[in-house]
């Protein structure tokens, strides 16, 4: 298997290496078994067509079904609860959570082949890489998982102020980093998750109000209480004001009077809630940066979905924390935006990603009706400047929704 050059001394020698090649203009995200069952060479000769010109390749995927219009054999796929998508003795060394290895990852050649073979068409690899959001492991081992003020431990979210789980996400980042040739690392699900986030058929009769979905989010596991007590703040007493502010919300829904109330002031007002929310910044943002510095210290440009217009209170991980160690920065694009709603999700995007770092429309091509809305809707960011673009994602798409790219591929091909 192709090694990262200098891996473990650029990774520990704390520079910050500039992108090692520039921004691709056209982005598709795709799966390793993806790619395999529409033949390699033959996918990515269709992508070249369509003017792609780098790859985002997942090594971790979270629960998910696929409907794969175009698939050789069957038409649904039922994905894993979570799993690596690689042979995890990339590593070399023992792991310290042992990881939920995808079924069909046939030995160590099973990512390289396909990197070589990206590298071969002249297209870029990126790593994709979802790292809390795992049903596997936080039913496996509910030690490691998110645990509410009542004592719930999530299903489907690992928390990060765990030591096991923080030295887990430093060995995936390793396996991942030790395959090459790559020219890019996104992270997902690198941080705090909304409290109903994986849930698997909810069953609910009440909506809680959005300040008590936060507090219903936050941490009370003895890590993250522990590192609140550190800072002086008194968990255990935080714990149960903030179960008792969401049960009397609970008790009142759906049509009490001022259900809300009680969660709201806790989340305004409350000096001992802020500072723990501060503390658990800490500890989310400290993971993301120390992640994604690792890829910038090999020259990789470097992503995340942690703070792209998610609300860094349910996160733990504000945009300004992080834009120094991020390369690039995305934004959907809908179908159907007035000019005023176009100029306004480009400005904002611009101001988040800060100056000179590439702003990507990323469009889910299942939210187009047909070739022209997709086009329009492309065209109108392009024509505020926008040059890149991502697509999601390749073995989804009908024929007719690969050809929309062929369309509209001018916009990012000279």
């Not at 054999?73 to 990339?90: H, K």
């Not at 990512?111 to 596997?136: D, P, T």
């Not at 699900?189 to 008590?212: E, I, M, Q, T, W």
């Not at 596991?221 to 008792?244: I, Q, Y």
Request: hydrophobic content about 45%; some cysteine; overall charge negative.
């Amino acid at each position: 298997m192709a090694e990262s050059p200098g891996h473990v001394n650029a990774a520990d020698d704390g520079r910050l290496e500039p992108p090692g090649r520039d921004a691709p203009r056209a982005v598709i995200y795709a799966y390793p078994w993806d790619l395999y069952a529409h033949g390699p060479e033959a996918a990515l000769e269709d992508l070249r067509d369509r003017g792609v010109d780098a790859v985002q390749l997942s090594f971790t995927y979270h629960v998910a079904t696929f409907l794969t219009p175009r698939a050789t054999g069957g038409r649904v796929r039922f994905g894993e609860l979570g799993a690596v998508q690689f042979d995890p003795a990339t590593l070399g060394r023992a792991w310290p959570v042992k990881p939920v290895v995808a079924p069909y990852v046939a030995g160590p050649q099973y990512v390289s082949h396909l990197l070589a073979a990206i590298a071969g068409s002249g297209l870029q690899a990126i790593a994709w890489v979802v790292y809390l959001y795992n049903h596997n492991l936080a039913s496996r081992r509910p030690d490691l998982a998110v645990e509410n003020a009542f004592g719930d431990r999530h299903g489907a979210q690992l928390c990060p102020a765990n030591p096991l789980v923080r030295a887990y996400v430093h060995a995936i980042t390793d396996a991942v980093l030790s395959h090459g040739p790559l020219s890019g690392l996104v992270t997902e699900s690198l941080s705090y998750l909304p409290y109903d986030y994986g849930f698997l058929n909810l069953k609910a009769a009440v909506r809680p109000s959005a300040a008590a979905a936060l507090l219903l989010g936050l941490c009370f596991c003895e890590h993250c209480r522990a590192r609140a007590e550190e800072a002086e703040v008194d968990a255990s007493s935080l714990r149960r004001a903030v179960a008792r502010a969401v049960d009397r919300e609970l008790s009142r829904l759906p049509d009490g009077a001022d259900a809300a109330g009680e969660a709201s002031a806790l989340v305004e007002q409350d000096a001992d809630l802020s500072a723990y929310m501060a503390v658990r910044t800490e500890t989310a943002t400290s993971l993301q940066r120390e992640v994604l510095e690792k890829a910038r210290r090999l020259g990789l440009r470097t992503g995340s979905n942690s703070a792209e217009g998610q609300d860094a209170r349910v996160t733990g991980v504000p945009n300004e924390a992080i834009r120094p160690v991020r390369s690039e920065y995305r934004f959907e694009v809908f179908p159907g935006w007035d000019e005023l709603r176009c100029d306004e999700a480009v400005a904002v995007a611009r101001e988040a990603a800060g100056p000179e770092v590439p702003v990507y429309a990323l469009a889910q091509l299942s939210n187009f009706g047909d070739a022209r809305s997709f086009v329009s809707s492309l065209a109108a960011v392009s024509r505020r400047g926008v040059r890149h673009f991502r697509f999601y994602e390749f073995g989804l798409l009908s024929g007719r929704q690969l050809e929309w790219l062929r369309t509209a591929r001018s916009l990012w091909s000279p």
